[in-house]
């Protein structure tokens, strides 16, 4: 599918065509970069070193199985579309794409082809703008609205700002914008429906995908899941992304500790382990239910996991 559609791109030999065929970054790494062209709606993620494509290959394996988990279970967070991957050896890949790429990253390595998270719908992206950039910049805000891919990182544990110590802003930027609890709910979010498809999502990623969720993100983009649904009304969507650093959960009671040790490395996407916490309850109640509906297995594992990270949480918190 990747290849018919690229080969029907490349084939117009127009300049214009040419133009929308170049592939222009999106986001990039330590590990490796996002690029994005307006001609395909899929994304290629290319590893920066050769000697790292196993390692996108097996971020490519995740992603199938966290996409087919998520998608079967009706998950309202849901993962990009996987649809291929070529390593360095593929010359029939290489040889048609290879114009594609800009100079910086045209040497061989692996690529992983997905289906792309768009940006937030503009009205949101508008209110967030308005509600968050700093008044001194507030000059900006149209330049700001225009340029930017608006994708926003939903940090359900991470403490507020303290705007008081904060300091002056140079610039505004909603790409990987971090709505914490309040700021998201501000901005209009349900943060309870979030943390309970928060709880279903990790659940589904732990006992049917079996990895330990390492690394991940979840953002805010737009609700267009393929290009029938692109030039539709936007609403807005949460995407879970971002897996080459997942690990394979064994299913078993001795890598609990795996599955905790994920959670904390992780950036505060979910709420913190605290049982006084409202939302965390949603998140940690909804969890055990995702897994009852799995199976008596993945229940029995899931409790563990819940009692495990409470006690982290609480250690950690005393150690402060």
């Given amino acids: 599918m990747l290849q018919q559609s690229l080969h029907e791109h490349l084939s117009n030999g127009s300049d214009e065509a040419q133009n929308e065929n170049k592939l222009r970054k999106l986001g990039s790494g330590t590990f490796g970069t996002v ?11 290319k590893c920066h070193r050769i000697e790292n494509s196993p390692i996108l290959a097996e971020e490519y394996r995740h992603l199938k199985a966290i996409h087919k988990a998520l998608s079967e279970s009706g998950n ?9 991957f070529h390593d360095s050896n593929d010359d029939e890949f290489w040889d048609e794409v ?15 082809s997905m289906s792309r998270v768009y940006p937030m719908p503009s009205a949101l992206r508008a209110r967030l703008i308005d509600l968050f950039c700093p008044e001194d910049l507030q000059d ?29 802003q140079r610039f505004f930027r909603t790409y990987n914008f971090p709505l ?27 006992m049917t995908a079996r990895n330990d969720a390492r690394d991940i993100e979840i953002v805010l983009g737009a609700n267009i899941t393929s290009t029938r649904t692109y030039n539709k009304y936007r609403e807005p969507r949460a995407w879970v992304i971002d897996f080459n650093q997942v690990k ?3 299913f078993t009671e001795e890598q609990i500790s795996l599955l905790v040790d994920a959670f904390f490395a992780n950036e505060a996407y979910f709420p913190r382990a605290r049982t006084a ?7 940690a109640d909804a969890y055990i239910d995702e897994c009852q509906k799995i199976g008596e297995d993945a229940r029995k594992l899931g409790k563990q996991f819940i009692v495990a990270l409470e006690a982290e949480q609480a250690r950690r918190d005393k150690d402060k």
């Fill in 140 to 168: 900006r805000k149209a330049s700001i609205l225009r340029r930017g891919h608006h994708v926003a990182r939903l940090l359900l544990g991470r403490a507020e700002p303290d705007n008081a110590r904060a300091a002056p």
């Fill in 98 to 112: 290879k114009l594609m790429f800009p100079s910086s990253g045209s040497t061989r390595t692996g690529v992983l």
């Fill in 180 to 206: 914490t609890r309040m700021r998201a709910e501000k901005l209009g979010i349900d943060t309870i429906e979030l943390s309970k498809e928060m709880g279903r999502m990790l659940a589904q990623m732990h």
């Fill in 277 to 283: 916490d409202d939302l965390y309850n949603v998140f």
């Fill in 76 to 84: 309202l967070i849901q993962s990009p579309t996987p649809l291929d």
């Fill in 35 to 45: 690029y994005f062209t307006t001609a395909t709606p899929q994304v290629y993620k």
């Fill in 248 to 250: 394979d959960f064994n």
